[in-house]
């Protein structure tokens, strides 16, 4: 991950983390929607986001911390802004150059970890039906007009088309698999190719696996430049687990989503 050495301005963090602002501290962040401060000498990173955005990643962090490899949640404050502490995973994301150089081992270790999660226990989780999400987006944005078809890979020539085949199929999707719910190669963090850690889970909960099946090959193509490891990842994770017409209706969820 990019880091960017800053001075962030106190007044514009709760005075609970100032005792954090001392030494070096990188801007980290990847998107636009939320700022990332690594904190080194603290061995965390402080996130903001808008109010109210970061609760369930909050909820989510901690009970995979629990189950599985997360950052352990140290704080949350939702004051004027949202604002989470983690503790720091070791290792470095799964688009560090070091990982990009070996390809093909990159893709079987991509698709074993996707076995990894997808196996482990729901009982507990915050969000029980990751499902609701996915159908409330996608009504609301197609009655507003807001839909991009690149999430299809060309099977729909028009948004109706599309909205069609989701609004007749979309009771097969499942809620039955725990998900990391935004499964792309940043998001996965790697100490000498063994995982130690997921990070951003704010999307994930118990749904239909074929949403992070869906992310795990579209991050292969979009950080790998090529569609080469697409077949070999669903190859990988297991084909008798993948269902096509699942797998398109997701796209077409991402499309309208």
């Given at each position: 991950?990019?880091?960017?050495?800053?001075?962030?301005?106190?007044?514009?963090?709760?005075e609970?983390?100032?005792?954090?602002?001392?030494?070096?501290?990188?801007?980290?962040?990847?998107?636009?929607?939320?700022?990332?401060?690594?904190?080194p000498?603290?061995?965390?990173?402080?996130?903001?986001?808008?109010?109210?955005?970061?609760?369930?990643?909050?909820?989510?962090?901690?009970?995979?911390?629990?189950?599985?490899?997360?950052?352990?949640?140290?704080?949350y404050?939702?004051?004027?802004?949202?604002?989470?502490?983690?503790?720091?995973?070791?290792?470095?994301?799964?688009?560090?150059?070091?990982?990009?150089?070996?390809?093909k081992?990159?893709?079987?270790?991509?698709?074993?970890t996707?076995?990894?999660?997808?196996?482990?226990?729901?009982?507990?989780?915050?969000?029980?039906?990751?499902?609701?999400?996915?159908?409330?987006?996608?009504?609301?944005?197609?009655?507003?007009?807001?839909w991009?078809?690149?999430?299809?890979?060309?099977?729909?020539?028009?948004?109706?088309?599309?909205?069609?085949?989701?609004?007749?199929?979309?009771?097969l999707?499942?809620?039955?698999?725990?998900?990391?719910?935004?499964?792309?190669?940043?998001?996965?963090?790697?100490?000498?190719?063994?995982?130690?850690?997921?990070?951003?889970?704010?999307?994930?909960?118990?749904g239909?696996?074929?949403?992070?099946?869906?992310?795990?090959?579209?991050?292969?193509?979009?950080?790998?430049h090529?569609?080469?490891?697409?077949?070999?990842?669903?190859?990988?994770?297991g084909?008798?687990?993948?269902?096509e017409?699942?797998?398109?209706?997701?796209?077409?969820?991402?499309?309208?989503?």
């Amino acid at each position: 991950m990019e880091r960017k050495l800053i001075t962030p301005d106190p007044s514009a963090v709760p005075e609970v983390f100032h005792p954090l602002l001392k030494g070096e501290i990188y801007d980290s962040s990847c998107s636009a929607a939320a700022q990332v401060f690594y904190l080194p000498g603290e061995k965390c990173f402080l996130k903001t986001a808008p109010k109210g955005t970061l609760q369930k990643e909050k909820e989510l962090t901690a009970f995979c911390h629990r189950v599985y490899k997360a950052p352990e949640v140290l704080a949350y404050r939702s004051e004027e802004r949202d604002w989470l502490l983690t503790t720091a995973v070791e290792g470095e994301d799964c688009i560090h150059p070091d990982h990009l150089a070996d390809p093909k081992k990159l893709c079987e270790l991509w698709a074993e970890t996707l076995r990894t999660i997808h196996s482990l226990p729901t009982a507990g989780c915050p969000v029980e039906d990751h499902r609701e999400r996915y159908f409330a987006t996608a009504e609301e944005n197609y009655r507003r007009g807001e839909w991009d078809l690149s999430y299809c890979r060309g099977a729909f020539a028009t948004a109706e088309e599309a909205y069609g085949f989701w609004d007749s199929r979309r009771h097969l999707l499942k809620n039955d698999t725990l998900l990391h719910g935004d499964y792309c190669l940043p998001n996965v963090i790697l100490k000498d190719w063994q995982v130690s850690g997921l990070i951003d889970l704010g999307n994930g909960g118990v749904g239909d696996r074929h949403v992070d099946l869906y992310w795990g090959a579209w991050t292969l193509n979009f950080n790998l430049h090529t569609e080469d490891y697409r077949q070999r990842f669903f190859d990988a994770y297991g084909r008798d687990l993948i269902d096509e017409e699942r797998l398109l209706l997701v796209s077409v969820a991402e499309c309208f989503g």
